[in-house]
């Protein structure tokens, strides 16, 4: 595959076969580890010339695959990178220790000091905290908007933004975290080119697609800037390794790696080569994930003890959810929240009667994982944010694993027994 453009395949076939050429692993099928912190140059002239081409991007091996030291890149780097791009349908992409350091990376990268963002709500508690608590103490300014398919409030909290500074970076996380709210992709886009008409500088919009990734949903089909994914979540799929992925325009991506030099936040070889392993399996993963999602999230709704049920499968026909459902997404998903009868003591009592699925943060794996959002993910968030964002003490987060249906089922079914 490695002469053929990425266009010519679709998705899941990227996600097998792209990326690695076995001639850059001496013929092994699948991409070997390259486990050095360093790269030795053929003369000291080449080692000057590398080091212009990666620096400068001029000199004779502009163009050419080279390697310095691995926190500038390494071949796991190249491999995974060029496959996250593919996918993604992006000219390039950047691979980051974490979800969370390829979402501070953009914020160092694009705003300055009396700047301000606009992003959703809810929005998962450790980018609330980035934007909310961490960035304003460098001067930024935090505006949200809490309905991403409402124009009419997106366009007036854009106007908040930028009455407080000039608006660099819009974020939209779709579905959101934990309540799988949905923001209008197109709607960012067009509101980014106004403000950009207004102000002199249009701001990038960045799309949060953790939650259904590559093959469900393709925010850069839709003309945002950059995608992030955690590549922790589904891509990885196993809950043992961390890791978090960018993909956009080269030249928003070639700033976002020559700074990532200098953060020291990239990517090591080996979690490089898990991701790179796991991202073959994502497509059939996620097939299983969201079949017992929907099963589970239909159990749910017709129980008793459950107030509601965000899952996307569910959105009413001839509202502005379903439609932009149905423009810009393939699949439901797996992850969704549902809302108990009750508050905080009714949604401990049922996590503890689970025998199954496991009580911990994170989303994505192979298990099923559930968890209270309002003492844990969104532990930080102050509680009159969380309760406009929908999140309330009684409010469940669950992201459905691969074990079968009628386990979970069973198991959700003892546990609502203790509310």
Same mark, same amino acid.
């Given at each position: 595959?490695?002469?053929?453009?990425?266009?010519?395949?679709?998705?899941?076939?990227?996600?097998?076969?792209?990326?690695?050429?076995?001639?850059?692993?001496?013929?092994?099928?699948?991409?070997?580890?390259?486990?050095?912190?360093?790269?030795?140059?053929?003369?000291?002239?080449?080692?000057?010339?590398?080091?212009?081409?990666?620096?400068?991007?001029?000199?004779?091996?502009?163009?050419?695959?080279?390697?310095?030291?691995?926190?500038?890149?390494?071949?796991?780097?190249?491999?995974?990178?060029?496959?996250?791009?593919?996918?993604?349908?992006?000219?390039?992409?950047?691979?980051?220790?974490?979800?969370?350091?390829?979402?501070?990376?953009?914020?160092?990268?694009?705003?300055?000091?009396?700047?301000?963002?606009?992003?959703? !709500? #809810? +929005?998962?508690? &450790? *980018? %609330?905290?980035?934007?909310?608590?961490?960035?304003?103490?460098? /001067?930024? =300014?935090?505006?949200?908007?809490?309905?991403?398919?409402?124009?009419?409030?997106?366009?007036?909290?854009?106007?908040?933004?930028?009455?407080?500074?000039?608006?660099?970076?819009?974020?939209?996380?779709?579905?959101?975290?934990?309540?799988?709210?949905?923001?209008?992709?197109?709607?960012?886009?067009?509101?980014?080119?106004?403000?950009?008409?207004?102000?002199?500088?249009?701001?990038?919009?960045?799309?949060?697609?953790?939650?259904?990734?590559?093959?469900?949903? !393709? #925010? +850069?089909?839709? &003309? *945002? %800037?950059?995608?992030?994914?955690?590549?922790?979540?589904?891509? /990885?799929? =196993?809950?043992?390794?961390?890791?978090?992925?960018?993909?956009?325009?080269?030249?928003?991506?070639?700033?976002?790696?020559?700074?990532?030099?200098?953060?020291?936040?990239?990517?090591?070889?080996?979690?490089?080569?898990?991701?790179?392993?796991?991202?073959?399996?994502?497509?059939?993963?996620?097939?299983?994930?969201?079949?017992?999602?929907?099963?589970?999230?239909?159990?749910?709704?017709?129980?008793?003890?459950?107030?509601?049920?965000?899952?996307?499968?569910?959105?009413?026909?001839?509202?502005?959810?379903?439609?932009?459902?149905?423009?810009?997404?393939?699949?439901? /998903?797996?992850?969704?929240?549902?809302?108990?009868?009750?508050?905080?003591?009714?949604?401990?009592?049922?996590?503890?009667?689970?025998?199954?699925?496991?009580?911990?943060?994170?989303?994505?794996?192979?298990?099923?994982?559930?968890?209270?959002?309002?003492?844990?993910?969104?532990?930080?968030?102050?509680?009159?944010?969380?309760?406009?964002?929908?999140?309330?003490?009684?409010?469940?987060?669950?992201?459905?694993?691969?074990?079968?249906?009628?386990?979970?089922?069973?198991?959700?079914?003892?546990?609502?027994?203790?509310?």
């Amino acid at each position: 595959m490695s002469n053929k453009r990425p266009g010519d395949f679709r998705p899941e076939t990227l996600a097998v076969a792209y990326g690695y050429d076995p001639q850059l692993g001496m013929g092994a099928a699948k991409p070997p580890i390259f486990m050095t912190s360093t790269f030795v140059y053929p003369s000291a002239q080449h080692a000057k010339y590398v080091h212009e081409a990666y620096f400068d991007g001029t000199g004779p091996l502009v163009g050419e695959t080279n390697h310095i030291y691995s926190r500038l890149g390494h071949p796991g780097l190249d491999f995974l990178e060029a496959r996250l791009a593919a996918i993604d349908g992006a000219e390039d992409a950047v691979a980051y220790c974490s979800g969370m350091a390829a979402h501070s990376s953009i914020a160092l990268a694009y705003l300055r000091s009396g700047d301000s963002v606009l992003h959703g !709500r #809810p +929005i998962y508690g &450790g *980018v %609330d905290f980035l934007y909310n608590t961490m960035m304003p103490q460098f /001067g930024t =300014h935090p505006t949200a908007y809490l309905d991403g398919t409402d124009e009419d409030g997106v366009r007036a909290a854009a106007e908040e933004a930028m009455a407080k500074g000039p608006l660099k970076l819009i974020i939209a996380e779709t579905p959101a975290n934990p309540t799988a709210a949905i923001v209008d992709l197109d709607l960012m886009v067009r509101i980014a080119d106004e403000v950009g008409a207004k102000q002199g500088h249009r701001p990038l919009v960045v799309v949060d697609n953790t939650l259904l990734g590559p093959f469900s949903q !393709r #925010p +850069i089909s839709h &003309g *945002v %800037d950059l995608c992030m994914t955690s590549l922790t979540k589904y891509c /990885g799929g =196993h809950s043992d390794l961390l890791a978090g992925g960018i993909s956009g325009r080269k030249e928003l991506i070639d700033q976002l790696k020559l700074q990532r030099t200098t953060w020291g936040n990239h990517l090591d070889p080996y979690t490089s080569w898990l991701v790179l392993r796991s991202m073959e399996s994502v497509a059939v993963r996620t097939e299983r994930a969201m079949s017992n999602a929907r099963g589970v999230a239909e159990f749910l709704r017709d129980h008793p003890k459950v107030a509601g049920v965000t899952y996307l499968g569910f959105l009413e026909p001839g509202t502005r959810g379903r439609a932009v459902y149905d423009k810009q997404c393939k699949a439901a /998903g797996s992850t969704f929240s549902f809302h108990l009868h009750g508050g905080e003591a009714e949604a401990f009592r049922m996590l503890d009667q689970l025998q199954l699925m496991k009580v911990a943060v994170s989303l994505g794996g192979s298990e099923t994982l559930i968890c209270h959002s309002a003492s844990t993910t969104h532990y930080a968030v102050p509680r009159e944010q969380r309760l406009a964002g929908g999140i309330t003490d009684g409010t469940i987060r669950l992201s459905v694993g691969l074990e079968h249906i009628d386990d979970l089922i069973a198991d959700l079914a003892q546990a609502l027994e203790a509310v």
